[in-house]
């Protein structure tokens, strides 16, 4: 399994977004952009403005979780603003099938997210056709939560989907990642992890980052 880790920039100082990104990028392969609208989640977070200025500068590929209503009309927005990868959640979209073509036509990689109360078998007949898919380990809406391990179960089973049927999508785990937990994510079969707070919260964000790399290595060899 190669680990991919995505920075979760919801919780770095937005006023040094720029230098924020670069004291990860050593050890981070993707930047998350957590995208909230206060409906489908209660908080509000960026919105494709940011987007498209964090892609005018793009150090590093954009990984955009949108957790919001509507977004069957939004997430193509986000592919034009200049994402690399756009993650919708399955509980909101009214077409997830139609959606996963229209963004995959616009050559972006497509992921596909669920909620901890959703299981995995409501998705299945999406997973051949995913690029990711993103299992939520906490309830999604905020940065800093307790990362729930009831979800590495989840993470197994769809790990051993991607076996079985040899699948080549990615499983994400988003939430409560860090230095505790990381190692217990990709034992499990995930291999593309968001590390939010556990880097950005920490006093050198590049040194945390590149120890829960290690683990992160560790533990999908293990
Ligand atoms: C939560 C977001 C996460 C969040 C992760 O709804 O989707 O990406 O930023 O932050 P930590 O790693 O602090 O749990
Ligand atoms: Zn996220």
Redesign the pocket.
């Known amino acids: 399994m190669d680990i991919k880790i995505a920075a ?1 920039i ?2 770095a100082d937005a006023n040094n977004l720029e230098k924020e990104i670069s004291s990860v990028s050593a050890s981070a392969d993707w930047i ?1 952009v ?1 995208v909230m609208d206060n409906h489908f ?1 209660p908080n509000l977070s960026f919105g494709i403005n940011v987007l498209e200025s964090l892609a005018q500068k793009k150090q590093k590929p954009l990984d955009a ?1 949108l ?1 919001i209503e509507d977004p069957d009309n939004w997430a193509p927005k986000f592919v034009e603003a200049g994402a690399d990868s756009v993650t919708f959640h399955y509980e909101a979209a009214k077409d997830s099938k139609k959606l996963i073509k229209e963004l995959h036509a616009m050559k972006s990689r497509v992921g596909l997210a669920i909620k901890p109360k959703t299981p995995l078998s409501d998705v299945k007949e999406f997973l051949s056709d995913i690029d990711v898919l993103l299992v939520m380990t ?1 309830e ?6 307790s990362f729930m391990s009831e979800m590495l179960e989840k993470v197994k089973e769809a790990r051993s989907i991607i076996n079985n049927e040899k699948l080549t999508m990615w499983v994400q785990v ?5 230095l505790k937990t990381i190692e217990l994510a990709s034992q499990a079969g995930a291999d593309f992890l ?5 880097a950005f919260s920490a006093q050198d964000p590049g040194k945390a980052m590149k120890e829960l790399r290690e683990l992160a290595v560790k533990g999908s060899i293990n």
Do not use: K, T, Y
């Not at 999604?140 to 939560?145: A, D, E, H, V």
């Not at 968001?194 to 556990?198: E, I, L, T, W």
């Open positions: 979760s919801l919780n998350h957590d989640v979780h957790m906490v999604p809406g905020f940065g800093g939560q988003d939430g409560g990642v860090g968001v590390v939010g707070s556990a």
